[in-house]
């Protein structure tokens, strides 16, 4: 993807602002993640899913059941299923939350952690797009979406 990204150096530069960006964001790697892994079931991206599964497991130390709670929309860590919950619907309704915002506060996020969330999910739609329009060649562990490309 950084290649197709870098036919655009100034898109380069903004993929890489952001992500450089959320990494030193309060929400932490397992809860960046979780929302990856929602996104990616949500928009059907193998690649995605892919490599934010062998993240997941290898990097930071998700089991199989997160994983799969997580490819659902949700999360077995109580704090954590609001806001992959949030993200996961975010996308799915193409913006529209109802009153998911106030299950995040009651999680205990505060207003910059529920800006993170959404860009951590518009980042990863952003990454999957990419993804599907330069028909990347997935170098991990193939994870067929529920949903087909």
């Not at 655009?8 to 979780?34: C, F, I, K, V």
């Not at 797009?129 to 991990?140: A, C, M, R, T």
Request: overall charge negative; aromatic content about 4%.
């Amino acid at each position: 993807m950084a290649l197709l990204l870098a036919a655009s150096p100034a898109a380069l530069r903004g993929y890489l602002a952001m992500l450089t960006a959320l990494d030193g964001g309060t929400l932490g790697a397992q809860t960046a993640e979780r929302i990856a892994l929602a996104v990616a079931e949500t928009i059907g991206c193998r690649y995605g899913l892919s490599l934010h599964t062998w993240c997941a497991r290898n990097g930071i130390g998700l089991d199989d059941a997160e994983i799969t709670a997580n490819r659902n929309g949700a999360s077995n860590d109580p704090r954590a299923d609001a806001a992959v919950s949030f993200a996961a619907k975010l996308v799915r309704g193409g913006g529209a939350i109802d009153d998911d915002l106030r299950a995040l506060k009651a999680a205990g996020y505060d207003d910059g952690q529920i800006v993170e969330i959404v860009l951590h999910a518009g980042l990863n739609i952003l990454a999957g797009l990419l993804n599907k329009v330069g028909d990347i060649d997935i170098d991990f562990p193939l994870i067929q979406p529920r949903k087909a490309d």
